[in-house]
């Protein structure tokens, strides 16, 4: 610690107990003091920068007492030894996550003492598509990049049964966001279904209703990079500092925070923090929060405290709706016959369907020939050609470790926690079923494992999901994602 700041300190400390409230009798007055040391005994100035000083206290309790009971007379303190004018913050340690040399603190400001300026640019070294998100004291807000796409709008978001509730819902909480109850927000639904598109669009139409408000969306992935970085440079609390000015956060694939308890904690944290300052959370995921393996209780209580919508496969009138939205903006229009045939064709998802749209207008267009219904067929058929793929014991464990969020190595390992046991059954299984690799082939590829295993997990497979819901619904799924 800086022992000149430890000097202003100790005399701040010296003028607040010379200036207590005189009691009646000296019993009091003793009893006043021990009461005021043992309260600033547990209080430690961690930093002074541009008049910005920071204190570092044990718990919420000690920053609302102070607040409460001694701000004035630490006011006339620091005004009396460090000068006019200063800002005070406080740094609240939590509790220590595993893995972490230091404890996580949350930084927040005085609330009667001025709030410092607003930052107009980034602070030298940092750069607008956060690959290194960090704060430096006494900086509330910096412009970012919001790291949204303008075509995910709501004008550009199609409505149908299968979305229509999570798109009202994400139109109320753009017109006002952090103020209604659907905080947080849980998008979920399988794979292109247009959760990142909703989650976006609400970003979108906040910063066109509240240009100030900070909004940043990315991927789980990314926020865990920047974690890792962060702890390596033992920089947490300035981690933590960075995403308490953000006013929507939209995090997507929130299920690849499974197994990784260091990130969860910090997630926690500053989940609390925003959610506590009314600050709009928005979260996709690809499974039910009950569904995400392998992550903290508080974490999935957490996102129930908001709401859950499920965005599911749309069918086959809103399917016809996203063709016609997605080619009159191209200026294309397809007889009746040619919609329909479109709408049956891509029936799995919204992202497969605008993929479908997009080769047909290329080919169309490179050809020089007019669309027809021949003419779809036959570039349907050359894209399901183009994109057959092959289904190998690699394939299969790749579908099925980004379906649970873990890592190959997990998968091949020989632990035997039930969060990489049944992902690495199911892996079995579906070798078996889409592959003519014998059993031991099957061990062989699934890290050295005797054939024996791979006929019980199996077996055990079949038989768990006809009376188990939940490996039943892993086994649905799983199967539409390897089979596309």
């Known amino acids: 610690m ?45 930093s002074l920068v541009d008049n910005n000083l920071t204190l570092m206290v044990p718990s919420d309790f000690y920053k609302e007492y102070i607040e409460d009971n001694y701000l004035s007379l630490l006011s006339a303190a620091l005004k009396k030894n460090i000068g006019k004018g200063v800002k005070l913050w406080y740094s609240v340690m939590e509790n220590k996550p595993s893995g972490l040399e230091k404890p996580v603190t ?114 789980s992935e990314k926020f865990i990079q920047q974690f890792i970085s962060a702890a390596k440079a033992h920089k947490q609390t300035e981690f933590a500092n960075f995403y308490q000015m953000v006013d929507v956060l939209i995090i997507d694939d929130i299920q690849f925070l499974s197994g990784k308890s260091a990130t969860q904690d910090s997630f926690f944290h500053i989940f609390d923090y925003l959610h506590q300052n009314g600050k709009q959370i928005i979260l996709t995921s690809d499974k039910a929060p009950v569904d995400i393996m392998d992550i903290q209780d508080r974490i999935v209580s957490r996102f129930k405290w908001g709401l859950s919508a499920e965005i599911k496969s749309p069918d086959l009138d809103t399917r016809r709706k996203i063709i016609v939205d997605k080619l009159s903006r191209d200026g294309i229009v397809l007889t009746e016959d040619m919609l329909d045939f479109l709408a049956a064709e891509a029936k799995t998802n919204v992202r497969e369907l605008i993929g479908v749209i997009n080769s047909v207008i290329a080919y169309s267009t490179i050809y020089k020939s007019d669309l027809s219904l021949e003419l779809l067929k036959e570039t349907i058929n050359k894209i399901a050609a183009n994109q057959k793929k092959i289904i190998n014991i690699p394939y299969i464990q790749e579908v099925v470790c980004e379906y649970f969020g873990i890592k190959r190595e997990q998968l091949l390992s ?37 054939h024996s295993t791979v006929m019980y997990a199996c077996d055990t497979i079949k038989d768990v999901s006809k009376i188990d819901k939940e490996v039943k619904k892993y086994v649905k799924e799983l199967t539409e994602k390897i089979k596309h």
Not at 15 to 24: I, K, S, V, Y
Not at 427 to 439: C, D, L, V
């Open 2 to 46: 800086d022992e000149n700041l430890m000097m202003i300190w100790q005399k701040c400390l010296q003028f607040m107990r010379d200036n207590l409230n005189a009691a009646e009798d000296n019993s009091d007055l003793k009893k006043l003091e021990k009461s005021f040391d043992l309260l600033f005994d547990k209080v430690q100035p961690i």
């Open 106 to 219: 949350m930084n927040m400001k005085g609330k009667t003492v001025p709030t410092p300026k607003m930052q107009e640019t980034m602070p030298q070294g940092f750069s607008s598509n956060i690959v290194n998100p960090f704060v430096v004291p006494g900086i509330k807000k910096v412009n970012i990049d919001s790291n949204l796409k303008a075509d995910f709008s709501f004008d550009n978001y199609v409505e149908g049964e299968s979305n229509k509730f999570a798109s009202t819902v994400a139109r109320s909480i753009a017109k006002r966001p952090g103020a209604t109850a659907f905080n947080p927000l849980f998008l979920y639904g399988g794979y292109g279904v247009g959760k990142t598109h909703l989650g976006q669009a609400v970003g979108l139409e906040v910063k066109s209703q509240f240009p100030d408000k900070v909004v940043l969306y990315l991927s």
């Open 414 to 450: 020989k632990t035997r926690k039930r969060e990489i046991a049944l992902p690495r059954q199911l892996a079995m299984y579906f070798a078996k079923e889409f592959t003519n690799a014998t059993f031991t082939k099957i061990g062989e590829e699934m890290g050295g494992k005797d």
